[in-house]
């Protein structure tokens, strides 16, 4: 049985905030930061609305993953947008192609 384990990205409508994170369910995970946008707002996605996946990365191990996303929290901005635009050079919206 293999397991995949997402290091993700998601941004506010105006692409001003990055959320890193990680998950073994990204379907869920973004279902819950959509929530948590609608509702109390007390977590950093929800109270900046980083409701939109623009990157993630897939990893067999946990430990892999869990290892990128704090690489990825260490970088500067310039090298986040980097990457991003290298996988999504448009900033679209890849909610829907993980659901």
Known sequence: ????YFVYITTNTYRTT?????TNNIQRRL???VFDNQ????????KYGCIYLVYYET????????LREKELKKWRREKKNKLIANFN???ETLNNQVF
Not at 18 to 22: D, F, K, P, S, V
Not at 39 to 46: C, I, L
Request: proline share 6%.
């Open 1 to 4: 049985m293999q397991h995949s």
């Open 18 to 22: 990055l959320y890193i994170g990680m």
């Open 31 to 33: 279902s819950q930061h």
């Open 39 to 46: 509702n109390a707002k007390k977590s950093f996605a929800g």
């Open 59 to 66: 990893f067999e191990f946990p430990k892999q993953a869990i």
């Open 89 to 91: 050079p448009k900033w």
